[in-house]
């Protein structure tokens, strides 16, 4: 079964439902600008209202980059040991191959630098320097993470700390205004116990022993004081913002970052995982298609396959600032005759109707709406 895509956007939904003209004695429907408008402008082709098979609604989401944790357990680094972490896409490209990854490795000196924590430390900051040096074949930037060890009954349940801000990854935690840091993993078997430990990146200002930590809106975090920091204990990769497109490299989506020697496999985890955007004016600005002579698509989306907001019906933009809702509807189409395109059993068109949303998290009175006649129609 072949899916066809048609596109289209609409900036503004009026009321009423009025952007869905239906006639009743053909049995077709069409999106169009406004059904009371004088001239009618239909968006996108009919379709027979009694072919309609399905309506999708998917919201606006904003871009989240993978964070991967290379140390959430315990690290104890061995004499003359190489660590090496590889980092680069194993997604395959449109020629059918994959990115080689790229390796980053260093060896522990033989004595090892004493005491512990700081042999550790020795190989975070030697590997984070050598990944961050490369510009050129990776998207990412290594971030040194700080293990925080907060003593005595902790005051908030793991829930409770999530609420407040404390779990989600990248959330700032603080000490006043002299020492802020982003949160790199917080245990969810978090409970009233004699030490709990928060790891942290980007640190900023002088982190100050017995004092304690508190989020944005100075919530604190436990009864009694957060005591220790130890410097350098994990490694926080980020995936550099903007996957699609991928700018200023050839990455094929998130990266994958993997531990190919020395480190022990618990060690490696993602603790915050790739999201990419969807209906983001700006971003889909990014992907407006670029055509060749031909009318051959180089840039853009145009079959509706894999990630990608274009091509739009009758030229039409998004707005950088704005959020749009896609709409799928997929309606049940004849068997194509054509050689080239025709398969057995039939196709289904596709219809994708970006709808401006009022912000990334509120639909708008007139979105909801304008879905649900469509809906109506299946």
């Given amino acids: ?82 660590y090496a972490v590889s980092i680069g896409s194993n997604t395959k490209n449109y020629e059918g191959s994959a990115q080689l990854l790229s390796k980053y490795a260093y060896t522990s000196p033989t004595p090892l630098t004493t005491p512990a924590a700081t042999a550790l430390a020795q190989v975070n900051t030697a590997l984070a320097a050598k990944i961050n040096a490369d510009t050129n074949t990776n998207d990412v930037t290594a971030h040194l993470v700080s293990k925080i060890t907060v003593t005595g009954a902790a005051a908030l349940a793991y829930a409770t700390l999530l609420a407040a801000g404390f779990v989600k990854v990248g959330a700032t935690i603080k000490q006043g205004t002299s020492w802020t840091g982003k949160v790199a993993y917080i245990d969810p078997t978090w409970a009233a116990s004699a ?57 094929q989506g998130e990266t994958a970052v993997i531990t190919t020697g020395g480190f022990t496999t618990a060690s490696s985890e993602v603790t915050r995982p790739a999201v990419y955007s ?75 109707l970006w709808l401006k949303q009022d912000s990334i998290t509120v639909n708008g009175t007139n979105n909801d709406a304008l879905l649900a006649s469509l809906v109506a129609l299946i």
Avoid: W
């Fill in 195 to 251: 030490s709990q430990v928060i790891l942290v990146y980007d640190e900023t200002g002088t982190y100050a022993s017995g004092t304690a930590v508190t989020n944005s809106n100075d919530d604190a975090i436990s009864t009694t004081a957060a005591s220790t920091r130890v410097a350098d204990q994990a490694l926080a990769i980020i995936d550099n913002a903007g996957y699609f497109p991928a700018n200023p490299h050839t990455r």
């Fill in 1 to 82: 079964m072949r899916e066809m895509t048609r596109k289209a956007l609409l900036e503004t939904i009026a009321a009423s439902s009025a952007n869905l003209k239906v006639d009743t004695a053909a049995a077709i429907a069409y999106v169009c600008n406004d059904n009371t408008a004088n001239p009618i402008v239909n968006l996108l082709p009919g379709f027979p209202t009694g072919t309609v098979k399905a309506v999708t609604a998917y919201p606006a989401i904003a871009e989240v980059t993978k964070v991967h944790l290379i140390g959430r357990t315990v690290e104890v680094i061995a004499a003359a040991t190489r």
């Fill in 278 to 352: 969807q209906g983001v004016g700006s971003d889909m600005l990014k992907r407006v298609p670029i055509f060749a002579y031909g009318t051959q698509e180089l840039v853009g989306n145009a079959n509706g396959s894999g990630v990608g907001d274009a091509t739009l019906q009758l030229n039409q933009l998004p707005v950088a600032g704005s959020f749009y809702r896609q709409v799928v509807i997929d309606v049940a189409h004849a068997p194509s005759d054509n050689v080239l395109t025709g398969y057995a059993g039939g196709e289904i068109l596709r219809y994708n």
